[in-house]
DNA sequence: AACACAGCGGCAACCGGTTCCCGTCCGGAG
DNA sequence: CTCCGGACGGGAACCGGTTGCCGCTGTGTT
């Protein structure tokens, strides 16, 4: 027996009362440092406290209506490199204000997603921060306005984060980053370097983070008078498996381009290895981009060019504007700007 | 107003009881759906619930013993992409044993990790999984324990995944992978190729998890008959730039070697480009090989010859057995296996 | 018609904390 | 010596749930 105590299991604040002589009241105040208690009191107080290695019920304190609340976040894969990075601003930041993190992935399951929002609000989560893009659907502004109004009648806030808005008047902060500003510089660059058949790896058509990637493609070959082949638009998803068939299919059926623009670097990952094993080099044959700036992008070879985004960030101010909202404040929509950052994966025409 | 009711904000189990015209214990009998309650006062109950959009307080629920207890689990850094993959076995097979996961990243100060668990032992939560290497320290030990103890006389249980073990008596589940066998199965990989000079690209010495792949590197040449150059093993940490840094480094000084085993995939990735950006050829000039097998691994060029870590089976495997431990059953202690998975990154010396 | 019993629902105690309110004891001032 | 007020600590109500126990009612037996 090396422990130093009788060793209770679970103590309550009544026993420390009782081994200190005392009422639970006074053991509470002793705890919460701010009411006037004799320093004899005190120092009789902290030994039963150490003495049981006593540390007060958190979910106690809760109902009695103190403690920090809890903060939630939804994403639908933490392995995805975006997803993760978004994850660890809002974690980060969780634990800078003191706040508990709880988590939940989906796997692209909506009714996971449903039920956790119902149970957040049972837990009486201060917020509940949905991650990542999704369909923008009639079902999806419907249900998620649903989640949103639950959430705001018991108290909590939902917070979109790189996520579709809903339009006006429901109760939610927006936290979005420019997609179509941020493919539309890129495209753009490529541009530039002379290229004229570009290929565009998209992701599913009624995600709203490939439309906005897709819609920038879109503005930046018009903007310079330019009408891009439909026939160079692909739709997958935002997976490196999609990313490799798309570009392993297109090379198949023989489709002309100088370079290709995947929508995320995850494609782009993939896209990379498809030509890679048809041979062709890059950015010899073929010049290469991707959107993300994973770190891994570097580590690509060649090293990829790019759009960065600032995942972390967007986690961050996340929770610090559903948390430090006051409650006249209207609801807040933020948008955050993107920049390309230019490597080795594009190269001149011809 | 498009609120159907009153609008309560948070309403309590009294509200729907008055509302209902019954007290509130028969609203908690309906709610829990055992006790015999007749239909008409079923269905009144029910109405109110709906009408209030009633959900009961998990927090007070859990006071009064009844719900599901939470889970929490820490990492060094969520961006990891194998401790994502741990996290990721957690979350899942959490959320389909139906518990909620606390998360905490302690970007390696150890002082998160202690309050971390402090708040954990306040929460109550059912067990605490410490994901992810660590340095095998005396302080370690004591520290580790001490947080083993604190959980286990509160009613949880730490775990310990992919963590050096605490030696016996210490209330710990433990759940490992074979870090030396990967190991040295790659090793012999590379040696059967023919190559004799293998520069290892370590971690910290004082890493259970460098210690273990070290240990594997050393062995396959012994059990060759093999003494290989100390000079050749260099240490670092699991991060792309300490890959990129060593290489760098190792090149500069004329270092002789035909093939580079590097601790991680992250690290390897940084070598790889380190090599490419000495003109070198992989695996034409210098064979490469990793550890981890993440996902990227298949599109660096070429393609990485690893060791595959089942992390999300381990993840999975770390809750169920904290979750599903019977009081007389001893601690647990897992090891799971390793194999290499051969790519493009390794050919024949010469 | 009296009785037993099952079905149903309310009261109150409890979970583990916090805090309002009040009584006691002390010292210092008049 | 009395009176006053501040410092201190205890009792009890409360937070929002659950549940043991008991009493009421209605129906089926004998």
Redesign the pocket.
């Known amino acids: 027996m090396t422990r130093k105590s009788e060793d209770a299991g ?8 009782a081994r200190a ?12 440092g ?9 120092t009789r107080v902290m030994r039963a406290v150490r003495d049981l290695d ?4 958190a ?3 809760a ?5 920090t609340p809890t903060l939630a976040f939804v994403l639908e894969d933490i392995t995805g490199p975006s997803f993760a990075h978004m994850a660890y601003g809002v974690e980060r930041e969780a634990r800078r204000l003191g706040h508990l993190c709880l988590v939940c992935t989906t796997e692209g399951d909506v009714q996971h997603e449903v039920e956790f929002v119902e149970m957040m609000r049972a837990q009486r989560a201060a917020a509940v921060i949905l991650v990542g893009g999704s369909a923008d659907t009639p079902e999806y502004r419907e249900r998620t306005r649903r989640m949103a109004d639950s959430l705001a009648s018991a108290g909590s806030r939902l917070v979109l984060c790189g996520r579709p808005p809903l339009g006006p008047g429901a109760p939610v902060t927006v936290i979005e980053y420019d997609n179509e500003g941020g493919a539309y510089a890129l495209v753009a660059h490529v541009l530039t370097q002379g290229h004229r058949r570009v290929l565009f790896l998209g992701g599913a058509s009624d995600h709203t983070t490939a439309q906005g990637r897709e819609r920038g493609y879109l503005a930046a070959h018009r903007a310079r008078g330019l009408d891009p082949d439909p026939a160079l638009l692909l739709h997958g998803d935002f997976t490196r498996d999609s990313g490799h068939r798309l570009m392993h299919e297109a090379l198949r059926q023989g489709l002309e381009f100088t370079a290709v623009v995947a929508a995320t670097d995850m494609v782009a990952a993939g896209a990379l290895t498809a030509l890679h094993e048809a041979g062709l080099t890059v950015p010899g044959d073929v010049s290469l981009a991707g959107y993300d700036d994973i770190p891994f992008a570097r580590d690509l070879h060649p090293a990829l060019t790019t759009v960065h985004v600032p995942y972390e960030e967007l986690g961050r101010l996340a929770v610090r504007t559903a948390l430090g909202r006051t409650p006249e404040s209207p609801d807040e929509h933020l948008l955050l700007g993107t920049h390309v950052v230019v490597r080795d994966s594009v190269a001149p025409a011809e």
């Open positions: 679970r103590s309550t604040i009544r026993d420390v009362a002589g005392v009422s639970a009241s006074t053991v509470s105040r002793v705890l919460g701010v009411y006037p208690v004799s320093s004899a009191t005190r006593y540390v007060a019920d979910r106690a304190k109902v009695a209506g103190v403690g």
